[in-house]
């Protein structure tokens, strides 16, 4: 079955649906799955980082453009000594006002149809699970909705680390973690959002993500949600993984249709197939029956 083939979503669902039988596929999530929950977009949190620190954020910003605005925001700071304050005036501009406030996030996420389909992926079942999640976003979210129903998960955030057996999911945060929960779960001293930090951890030859992520690119197949793809860290590493597998999809993204010709073959070209839905709202509907068909495929 060739890439084209795999556009197709009834195509794509029976695919995956299969992966996820046997237990060989994995999750990568990006902003796009918070955002639905009520957390600001990545342009959305930056400007407020610039708004509080005396800066002027500009519209219609590139990716690397928000990155570089971020650099400015920790020069300011710098600037005034105050460069230990950057943590918490990001974690203050991940999380609304009222959840800071309550220290929680609110019950009715609860019912959000996402979180709700990415749970249902992720919770272990007879018919398979994802048992490992890449998350691009620093929230906990999803951690905070698998404990809820009883479910165990290892965070992990930097190495050397030991990966239990005995969680239903890991959840690696490659990109940093700073959690709502601070009582419950511990934030990392560092977040790759600057131009200057993703220039640092590509540099960095002693890096342990840049293997593991490969390595995830080599050992399972991904389905990736709420990201563009477009990071440069996770670009570099799918075309290490494309020279050692040019034949096979590296990975699925579901997103809103798009009339970017030149997008779609970009991703092609790296293995990655782009499957096609009609809104951000239809992304859940895709995801849960993916799960349908793979209890339906594994009925005795």
Request: net charge negative; proline share 6%; charged share 25%.
């Given at each position: 079955?060739?890439?084209?083939?795999?556009?197709?979503?009834?195509v794509?669902?029976?695919?995956?649906?299969?992966?996820?039988?046997?237990?060989?596929?994995?999750l990568?999530?990006?902003?796009?799955?918070?955002?639905?929950?009520?957390?600001?977009?990545?342009?959305?949190?930056?400007?407020h980082?610039?708004?509080?620190?005396?800066?002027?954020?500009?519209?219609?910003?590139?990716?690397?453009?928000?990155?570089?605005?971020?650099?400015?925001?920790?020069?300011?700071?710098?600037a005034?000594?105050?460069?230990?304050e950057?943590p918490?005036?990001?974690r203050?501009?991940?999380?609304?006002?009222?959840?800071?406030?309550?220290?929680?996030?609110?019950?009715?996420?609860?019912?959000?149809?996402?979180?709700l389909?990415i749970?249902?992926?992720?919770?272990?079942?007879?018919?398979?699970?994802?048992?490992?999640?890449?998350?691009?976003?620093?929230?906990?979210?999803?951690?905070?909705?698998?404990?809820?129903?009883?479910?165990?998960?290892?965070?992990?955030?930097d190495?050397?680390?030991?990966?239990?057996?005995?969680?239903?999911?890991?959840i690696?945060?490659?990109?940093?973690?700073?959690p709502?929960?601070?009582?419950?779960?511990?934030?990392?001293?560092?977040?790759v959002?600057?131009?200057?930090?993703?220039?640092?951890?590509i540099?960095?030859?002693?890096?342990?993500?840049?293997?593991?992520?490969?390595?995830?690119?080599?050992?399972?197949?991904?389905?990736?949600?709420?990201?563009?793809?477009?990071?440069?860290?996770?670009?570099?590493?799918?075309?290490?993984?494309?020279?050692?597998?040019?034949?096979?999809?590296?990975?699925?993204?579901?997103?809103?249709?798009?009339?970017?010709?030149?997008?779609?073959?970009?991703?092609?070209?790296?293995g990655?197939?782009?499957?096609?839905?009609?809104?951000?709202?239809?992304?859940?509907?895709f995801?849960?029956?993916?799960?349908?068909r793979?209890?339906?495929?594994?009925?005795?």
């Amino acid at each position: 079955m060739t890439l084209p083939d795999l556009k197709d979503p009834s195509v794509a669902e029976l695919y995956l649906a299969e992966l996820l039988n046997h237990g060989e596929l994995s999750l990568l999530i990006g902003a796009g799955v918070s955002m639905s929950m009520g957390l600001p977009s990545w342009d959305e949190l930056v400007s407020h980082c610039e708004r509080a620190v005396g800066l002027s954020p500009k519209p219609g910003r590139s990716a690397r453009e928000l990155m570089e605005a971020i650099d400015e925001v920790r020069r300011t700071l710098e600037a005034e000594s105050r460069e230990s304050e950057l943590p918490d005036l990001v974690r203050s501009s991940l999380y609304p006002s009222d959840y800071l406030a309550a220290n929680g996030y609110p019950n009715d996420i609860l019912g959000n149809r996402m979180l709700l389909a990415i749970g249902a992926l992720v919770m272990t079942s007879s018919r398979g699970s994802v048992s490992q999640v890449m998350t691009f976003n620093f929230d906990d979210l999803l951690e905070w909705y698998l404990h809820l129903h009883g479910f165990t998960t290892q965070i992990v955030t930097d190495f050397p680390a030991l990966i239990r057996g005995d969680a239903d999911v890991t959840i690696y945060h490659p990109h940093g973690f700073m959690p709502l929960l601070s009582e419950v779960y511990e934030r990392t001293s560092w977040l790759v959002l600057s131009h200057r930090e993703l220039v640092d951890r590509i540099s960095d030859e002693s890096s342990k993500w840049s293997p593991l992520i490969e390595m995830m690119f080599l050992s399972k197949r991904f389905l990736a949600v709420g990201t563009s793809m477009n990071d440069l860290d996770v670009e570099m590493l799918l075309a290490r993984a494309r020279r050692q597998l040019p034949d096979e999809p590296l990975g699925f993204l579901v997103a809103p249709q798009s009339a970017d010709g030149a997008r779609e073959r970009r991703l092609m070209e790296a293995g990655v197939v782009p499957i096609s839905v009609e809104s951000i709202d239809a992304i859940p509907d895709f995801l849960l029956s993916v799960c349908r068909r793979a209890a339906k495929g594994h009925s005795l």
